[in-house]
């Protein structure tokens, strides 16, 4: 018979006897899954989550974790004598059940081995509850339009047609007007930043569900990308780095200079003027 551990969902856990309750403001799944594990919350339970709320309760024996008996081939002589076996268990969680959360739908068939090849479920991203990318714009220095990169099929990833596809973008992206801007880091160091401006649109629905763009606004974001001379912000010089570049949302009307005074006003950062 095992003996429990007190189970852990989250930050705001309450147990009462068998039952686990928690709540969370941001990770709001639903789902219900019958599980079985010999890990560090060995037997079987069932999780039932709706709403910001999980509710989690410890059940008799309904199902048992996978087990296989597995041949020790890598042990020596002196390992299986001292054991008196040559085989050990190998022993994968059991689940049955469904999750949803953000659009993804995981359903839960048996054995949970985070092995694809061998891993007994399936998921998707429902289409009725995805964005789908249809457009990537290049602007110039006074916000006019230059060109929008092509969309379409896929290439085979290293084949001749994804290497002049690859050459093509780079060229367009390299003909695209950059400013620059001197500034001083938070720590009075002397940098610069190269900037372009970008925007992308994104419409609704996917596959089938396309049509439903035609009842919803599309997504557009238009964002400056900044590239540095060097590593910027506190954590830079350290093992972690600091920031060589990224990008930022625009606020309508804004320009190259006017983005980036912002972003030098909001990250501790003193902006110069215009790089010579």
Same mark, same amino acid.
């Given at each position: @018979?095992?003996?429990?551990?007190?189970?852990?969902?989250?930050?705001?856990? +309450?147990?009462f %006897?068998?039952?686990?309750? *928690?709540? =969370?403001?941001?990770? +709001?799944p @639903?789902? @219900?899954?019958?599980s079985?594990?010999?890990e560090?919350?060995?037997?079987?339970?069932?999780?039932?989550?709706?709403?910001? +709320?999980?509710?989690? #309760?410890?059940?008799?024996?309904i #199902?048992?974790?996978y087990?296989?008996?597995?041949?020790?081939k890598?042990w020596?002589? *002196?390992?299986?004598?001292r054991?008196g076996?040559?085989?050990?268990?190998?022993?994968?969680?059991?689940?049955?059940?469904?999750?949803?959360?953000?659009?993804h739908?995981?359903?839960? /068939?048996g054995?949970?081995t985070?092995?694809?090849?061998?891993?007994?479920?399936?998921?998707m991203f429902?289409?009725?509850?995805?964005?789908?990318?249809?457009?990537?714009?290049?602007?110039? /220095?006074?916000?006019e339009h230059?060109?929008?990169?092509?969309? %379409?099929g !896929? *290439? &085979?990833?290293g084949g001749?047609?994804?290497?002049?596809?690859?050459?093509?973008?780079?060229?367009r992206?390299a003909s695209?007007?950059? *400013?620059?801007?001197?500034?001083?880091?938070?720590? %009075?160091?002397?940098l610069?930043?190269t900037?372009?401006i970008e925007?992308r649109?994104w &419409?609704?629905?996917? %596959?089938?569900?396309?049509?439903?763009? /035609?009842?919803?606004?599309?997504?557009?974001r238009?964002?400056l990308?900044? =590239?540095f001379?060097g590593?910027?912000g506190?954590? &830079?010089?350290?093992?972690?780095?600091?920031? !060589?570049?990224?990008? #930022? =949302? @625009?606020l309508?009307?804004?320009l190259?200079?006017?983005a980036? +005074?912002?972003?030098?006003?909001?990250n501790k !950062?003193t902006?110069?003027?215009?790089?010579?």
């Amino acid at each position: @018979m095992h003996t429990r551990a007190v189970r852990r969902w989250g930050d705001n856990d +309450r147990h009462f %006897g068998p039952f686990t309750y *928690a709540r =969370d403001k941001h990770y +709001r799944p @639903m789902a @219900m899954v019958l599980s079985s594990a010999e890990e560090e919350y060995p037997g079987c339970n069932l999780r039932v989550s709706a709403f910001g +709320r999980t509710l989690i #309760i410890e059940l008799p024996t309904i #199902i048992k974790p996978y087990h296989e008996k597995v041949e020790a081939k890598s042990w020596d002589a *002196a390992t299986i004598e001292r054991l008196g076996r040559d085989w050990y268990w190998n022993i994968d969680r059991r689940q049955y059940g469904f999750t949803y959360s953000e659009g993804h739908l995981n359903i839960y /068939l048996g054995r949970q081995t985070n092995d694809s090849s061998t891993t007994q479920d399936w998921g998707m991203f429902l289409p009725w509850t995805q964005w789908r990318h249809v457009r990537h714009s290049f602007y110039g /220095l006074q916000g006019e339009h230059l060109f929008d990169e092509p969309q %379409g099929g !896929m *290439a &085979k990833l290293g084949g001749d047609e994804w290497r002049a596809r690859w050459d093509a973008q780079q060229a367009r992206e390299a003909s695209v007007p950059t *400013a620059q801007f001197a500034f001083k880091d938070f720590d %009075g160091e002397d940098l610069t930043a190269t900037t372009k401006i970008e925007e992308r649109e994104w &419409k609704f629905g996917t %596959g089938r569900f396309k049509w439903l763009s /035609l009842f919803r606004k599309p997504k557009i974001r238009r964002s400056l990308d900044l =590239d540095f001379s060097g590593e910027t912000g506190e954590r &830079k010089g350290s093992w972690k780095g600091g920031t !060589m570049g990224h990008s #930022i =949302d @625009m606020l309508p009307g804004e320009l190259h200079e006017s983005a980036f +005074r912002r972003y030098c006003a909001a990250n501790k !950062m003193t902006f110069v003027g215009v790089a010579t």
